[in-house]
């Protein structure tokens, strides 16, 4: 399917567990973006990829590694999940830097308990 | 510290009525402003937007209004529809769209049919 796809659409994880948060997109956009969104603080950048191994960090990284080694996978890492993460994660997709343009995903909503 | 806020967490309007949503920023260095539109289990999808060279931007049922003095945006919706029925993001950014994106808490719109 063309777009932007993001696995799971949700997740429960235990605290101190690893988990992965998938971004597959079709348009072989050159910029991509992963958000927070929590109740009480909008939507929050974590990171942001301007091409293939290019990332750099975003309003709230702490706890998050994203990698980029194609250009359309985008992949969100937790490397020791914590209760604070509970949220749901949009990642998004551009042609240019301005994050208005990007095209988001559905969300995964993920739960650590 | 939140730099974009919408007060009202919710908002309901009677079908074919106007819809107003507002939205207050404190960073006068902003000069770009957004509205998002979010429906459940989906991304926000972008909806209009304004630059502060301008205090008005119409689109179709949508106008979003700027009061630089005020620091003040609003977004109003005439006449309202049920498909209205979602959450709506305002956001800001300087330097013309060209930075971040800052994005407020969300009100969720609820078009009484």
């Known amino acids: 399917d063309a777009g932007i796809t993001q696995s799971p659409r949700y997740k429960i994880t235990e605290t101190g567990r690893q988990v992965t948060l998938m971004c597959h997109q079709t348009?072989?956009?050159?910029?991509m973006f992963w958000y927070r969104q929590d109740l009480g603080h909008g939507l929050r950048l974590i990171y942001y990829?301007?091409?293939?191994?290019?990332?750099d960090k975003g309003e709230v990284p702490d706890g998050y590694v994203v990698s980029r080694s194609k250009t359309e996978n985008f992949p969100l890492t937790l490397e020791s999940a914590t209760r604070s993460q509970t949220s749901v994660y949009f990642c998004?997709?551009?042609?240019?830097?301005?994050?208005?343009?990007?095209?988001f995903g559905q969300g995964t909503r993920l739960t650590v308990v | 510290d939140q730099q974009v806020k919408q007060n009202s967490p919710s908002l309901s309007v009677q079908e074919g009525r106007i819809s107003i949503l507002n939205c207050d920023y404190t960073n006068s260095m902003f000069d770009y402003f957004l509205w998002y539109k979010k429906y459940p289990a989906e991304g926000p999808t972008f909806l209009i937007s304004?630059?502060?060279?301008?205090d008005k931007n119409e689109d179709g049922r949508f106008t979003v209004f700027l009061n630089k003095s005020a620091k003040h945006l609003s977004l109003h919706i005439v006449p309202s529809q049920p498909g209205d029925s979602a959450v709506y993001f305002c956001a800001a950014s300087k330097n013309f769209g060209n930075e971040k994106l800052t994005f407020g808490t969300g009100t969720r719109l609820t078009i009484i049919p």
């Open positions: 990829s301007a091409a293939a191994d290019i990332t």
């Open positions: 998004a997709s551009s042609e240019s830097p301005r994050q208005f343009e990007a095209f």
């Open positions: 348009w072989s956009h050159s910029y």
């Open positions: 304004i630059s502060s060279i301008k």
